[in-house]
C-alpha cells in the first residue's frame, strides 16, 4: 500500500480523460498551419465566418430550394464574414497596440522627469500658484 501524503505535499494527479481532452483542443490548428489559440483575432473570425455560412446557405436555402446554389452561397458568406471580422478586430488590435506603446512611452517620460525642472506638472502647479 502507498503512503498517505503528509499535509504539506501535493497530491499525485491522475490523468483524467477531460484532461487529455482538453489538452487536445488546446493544440488545435486550422487546416495544420493556423493556430487559432496564439493568432490574435483568429478565433473569433472564424467563429462567426462559420455562423454567418450557416446562416446565408440556409437563408438561401430556404428561399430558392436550390442546394448546390445555397452550398455556393454559404461558402461565400463563410469568406465574407471572416474576412470581414478579421479585418475589423486586427484594425481594432493594432489601435489597441498604439496606445499601450503611447501610454508606456508616457509613463517612461513621467518617471524620468518627475520632480524635475523638467515636470510639466510642477510647471503648471508654480503657475497657477502666482
Known sequence: ????????????????CTSLHLSYWKAFKLLGFLDV???PCARDSIL????????????????TSRIKRSCDVGVGGFILVTLGCWFH???NYAKQRIRERIAREEIK?????????LDPER???SNSSN
Open 1 to 16: 500500500m502507498a503512503a498517505a501524503p503528509e499535509p504539506g505535499e501535493p497530491k499525485e494527479r491522475k490523468a483524467s
Open 123 to 125: 510647471k503648471h502647479n
Open 89 to 91: 478586430c486586427r484594425y
Open 37 to 39: 489559440e496564439n493568432i
Open 109 to 117: 517620460k513621467k518617471i524620468l522627469y518627475e520632480g524635475t525642472h
Open 48 to 63: 462567426y465566418g462559420s455562423l454567418g455560412s450557416i446562416v446565408a446557405g440556409f437563408g438561401h436555402f430556404l428561399f
